[in-house]
């Protein structure tokens, strides 16, 4: 069975200080791996997504997530925080028996501060 | 293009009765999935609807519910209401063959 796995419930940052956000995933196949983010009272967002064509992968805002696959980890990171990024952030991987069923890490909350 | 649009935003109901959530994906979309969000379990698969079949189920009672419509719409109905089963609802929609899932901004549900 696919998992993932977030190491860190809560991460604090400065603003303008880099992000790293840690995410370590369990599968048998070669696995579909995301990063979503939550806003307060809002959906999901997706921020990027690993497609196995680079193991350094680009999202949005700034994002990026480097696929390790002799560490089996998806790491997020951002080298500059903005006040706008403090959210929950998700790690996520794609059941490749249930194509759309995703399974989801428990979740990182960031705090940016001023 | 619109997103996934989720109806109602909010609910309040007690416990025994029964509700039914809406969910219109995005256009061109027929696959649509619903997840259960709690502080406890944290997001859980509930099943996935395509051209007005379940594809994928999770692990969850009989009492949850759901189909699609012809117009790829889905509702997802849970009846027979527990206190814990107070959560956001989130809705996501994608193309088939493409594993990116757009998401609502969820149903948030309380029973009391």
């Known amino acids: 069975a696919q998992s993932v796995t977030q190491l860190d419930s809560h991460v604090s940052v400065s603003e303008g200080t880099p992000v790293l956000l840690r995410c370590n995933y369990s599968?048998?196949?070669?696995?579909?791996l995301f990063w979503y983010v939550q806003h307060p009272n809002k959906g999901l967002q997706l921020l990027l997504k690993?497609?196995?064509?680079?193991?350094l992968v680009k999202g949005i805002n700034g994002f990026e997530a480097e696929f390790k696959k002799s560490e089996t980890s998806f790491h997020l990171t951002k080298p500059s925080a903005h006040m706008s990024d403090a959210a929950e952030y998700f790690c996520v991987v794609s059941d490749p028996e249930g194509f759309q069923k995703l399974v989801f890490g428990t979740g990182t909350r960031l705090l940016v501060s001023p | 293009k619109a997103g996934v649009t989720q109806t109602p935003r909010y609910l309040i109901k007690t416990r025994g009765q029964q509700v039914t959530l809406s969910c219109s994906p995005i256009?061109?979309?027929?696959?649509v999935s619903w997840y259960q969000q709690t502080p406890g379990q944290g997001l859980q698969f509930l099943f996935e609807y395509f051209s007005e079949t379940q594809r994928n189920k999770g692990n969850f009672p009989g009492r949850f519910s759901g189909r699609q419509f012809s117009n790829s719409r889905s509702e997802m109905n849970v009846s027979t209401l527990e206190l814990g089963d107070s959560a956001l609802y989130l809705c996501?929609?994608?193309?088939?063959?493409?594993?990116?899932?757009?998401f609502g901004a969820g149903t948030r549900l309380s029973v009391l």
């Open positions: 690993y497609t196995s064509a680079a193991t």
């Open positions: 599968s048998s196949y070669s696995p579909s």
């Open positions: 256009s061109g979309h027929r696959s």
């Open positions: 996501a929609s994608s193309l088939d063959g493409e594993n990116i899932q757009y």
